[in-house]
């Protein structure tokens, strides 16, 4: 079983570039959701999606957006990279959208430079 | 401003004693609490959740006890083994808050053999 799958798992950027990160599920989870991990900040949610068609903002959205045209995909584009983007991103599904785990894939580390 | 607190960035412990991670919370919403593992360079993978209508839940080495009127809950680690070592996050859902888990920044334990 794949289960969540995140690519590139490393990338560059220069500022100003732009770039979606891939993100896929084969167990027909509803919920998917995008974090990015940063020294000292935790895990702070950046958008999710409750279902296909439908996304919503977390925590921190600005410089990015996302779409669900899938159950599977949940991809993530930075518009414009900037150096505050540089950070370890996961995306997580779950099966559920209330007190159930969720399954993070291996993340990808992008440096804005 | 956290409303999830894991005080102690890092713990060390022998081998076959037991590991106590200690997480704090100060909204009073959340109702379901999960404790995830993280290595380098890999997704955080879930261990054991609680829901705060228990105090304890127990799954083979690993018991979480939920303290609600503390606002405080611990994961035990017995025994340990040096495979344990890794970050545990400790994260906060609030029923209320459409699945948004609310993480601590974690705490580093490393099993000695």
């Known amino acids: 079983n794949a289960g969540v799958t995140q690519t590139p798992k490393f990338q560059v950027l220069k500022t100003g570039q732009s770039m979606t990160l891939q993100c896929a599920q084969d167990?027909?989870?509803?919920?998917m959701s995008w974090y990015r991990q940063d020294p000292g900040m935790g895990l702070r949610l950046i958008h999710y999606s409750v279902g296909a068609g439908i996304t919503d903002q977390g925590e921190v959205p600005n410089g990015y957006n996302v779409s669900r045209s899938t159950t599977e995909d949940f991809p993530l584009r930075l518009l414009s990279a900037a150096p505050s983007q540089t950070s370890v991103y996961f995306c997580?599904?779950?099966?559920?959208?209330?007190?159930?785990?969720?399954?993070f894939g291996q993340g990808t580390r992008l440096t804005v430079v | 401003d956290q409303q999830v607190k894991q005080n102690s960035p890092s713990l060390s412990v022998q081998e076959g004693r037991i590991s106590i991670l200690n997480c704090d919370y100060t909204?009073?919403?959340?109702?379901?609490f999960l404790w995830y593992k993280k290595y380098p360079a890999e997704g955080p993978t879930f261990l054991i959740s609680?829901?705060?209508i228990k105090d304890k839940n127990e799954d083979g080495r690993f018991t979480v006890f939920l303290n609600k009127s503390a606002k405080h809950l611990s994961l035990h680690i017995v025994p340990s083994q040096p495979g344990d070592s890794a970050v545990y996050f400790c994260?906060?859902?609030?029923?209320?808050?459409?699945?948004?888990?609310?993480w601590g920044l974690g705490t580093s334990l490393a099993v000695n053999p």
């Open positions: 609680i829901s705060s």
């Open positions: 997580a599904s779950s099966r559920g959208v209330w007190n159930t785990e969720a399954f």
């Open positions: 994260a906060a859902d609030n029923a209320g808050n459409n699945r948004k888990l609310i």
């Open positions: 167990m027909n989870h509803e919920y």
């Open positions: 909204n009073s919403m959340f109702d379901y």
